[in-house]
């Protein structure tokens, strides 16, 4: 048998090229990001009825296990490009994971600011043994943003924040795969809203290409923040955010009035889901085999509160963002799960378990 030489995925600066702002071909920081898997459900009929078609955007698949990779290529090549040294980043885990991953590719220095004591263990390894400086700021996710916004602005260090434009772009580029992956566009697209970043994105992706004439049609943007940091439902910024969902525990997004926009213009909603919402539709997705973080299931979460609500119609197709992979906060998966049975090393006592 002969090796046949396939089209190998370049990442999505490479692969959207002429979508994403210039940028010269030596200053690209990547890790091949995107491509990831949009995955039907199958498991959950019951729950919805015939002729509605979820799709979960497993971003979990990224290099580094969420979809803030994206932006996090473009943000980084371009500081690069800009002839920048250090990146600094405030961040509720992932964006101080990916951060710390593109920084150390592409030969710069990163300085993450994390809420002590209130991110998953997964994303505090990564950006350790990326060799981040990491500084846990006795503080929120708002109070590390408004510092390193501040740093920022004094000395020479880029901001990869998603108040970072180049953020936003390259996590645009999630809409284009969703849209090439099902050949049109989804009639609903649920994601979960934190920092407001990732809706403002999509949203952005969705309008290129209808303007370009490659969907005709345009999904109405569904965003879920979790009830107990959830400022754009409430018309208030929230100053003390608390929420299983640590990746969306913020509460005063940097991009709420782009937020805003993306709802009005979709004719889509913002709004929120409880802790235990969110849990339920968490282990939903396992049992589907797709391991998702909690925030990422506010998506999910978010679907089944329209559902009762009485929303959809037969024909509609959903996309739900999945943003971050499960093994990311392996402390929240073993609390919503059945402990493991012990027992001795014998064989009819195991099978006595087994109950055959
Ligand atoms: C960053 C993040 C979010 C929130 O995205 P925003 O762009 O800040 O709204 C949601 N889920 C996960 C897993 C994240 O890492």
């Known amino acids: 048998m002969q090796a ?27 890790l091949r990001e995107g491509n990831t898997p949009l995955i039907e459900v199958l498991t959950m009929g019951d729950l919805f009825g015939k002729g509605i078609r979820i799709f979960l955007k497993y971003e979990g698949l990224n ?17 690069k490009e800009e002839g920048s040294h250090a990146v600094i980043c405030a961040s ?14 592409g030969g710069l220095r990163a300085y993450v ?29 708002d109070d590390a943003l408004a510092i ?10 880029t901001l990869v924040n998603s ?30 809203v934190g920092n407001a970043g990732n809706i403002t994105a999509y949203w952005r992706g969705y309008k290129e290409f209808r303007e370009k004439g490659i969907i005709d049609t345009l999904p109405k943007m569904m965003g879920f923040e979790a009830e107990g940091a959830a400022p754009i439902v409430r018309g208030y910024p929230i100053k003390n955010p608390e929420t299983v969902a640590s990746a969306i525990r913020i509460g005063n997004p940097s991009s709420w009035e782009n937020a805003v926009k993306a709802r009005d213009e979709s004719g889509g909603v913002i709004d929120m889901v409880s802790d235990d919402e969110i849990i339920n539709a968490y282990k939903l997705l396992a049992k589907e085999g797709v391991f998702c973080e909690p925030a990422s ?20 197709t959903i996309v739900c963002t999945l943003t971050g992979h499960g093994l990311k906060d392996p402390d929240t998966a073993i609390k919503s ?20």
């Open 297 to 316: 299931a506010a998506s999910l979460a978010g679907v089944i509160k329209m559902h009762k609500n009485d929303i959809f119609k037969s024909g509609d």
């Open 113 to 141: 600011l994390i809420p002590e004591g209130k991110i998953a263990l997964g994303k505090l390894s990564q950006a350790m043994m990326h060799g981040a400086t990491v500084i846990q700021v006795e503080g929120n996710f």
């Open 4 to 30: 046949t030489k396939r089209h190998i995925w370049n990442g999505v600066i490479r692969e959207f090229y002429d979508l994403l702002p210039g940028i010269k071909d030596d200053s690209i920081v990547t």
């Open 148 to 157: 390193v916004k501040e740093v920022s602005n004094t000395y020479p260090v």
């Open 63 to 79: 290099p580094t296990a969420s979809f803030k990779d994206r932006g996090m290529t473009m943000a980084v090549s371009k500081a």
């Open 163 to 192: 108040i970072n434009p180049y953020r936003i772009e390259g996590q645009k580029t999630a809409a284009f795969e969703v849209c090439s992956h099902l050949g049109y566009a989804p009639t609903y697209h649920f994601l979960p």
């Open 337 to 356: 799960s059945d402990k493991p049975v012990s027992v001795e090393a014998e064989l009819s006592k195991v099978v006595r378990v087994l109950g055959f």
């Open 92 to 105: 509720t885990g992932n964006t101080s994971a990916s951060a710390a991953a593109y920084a150390a590719r």
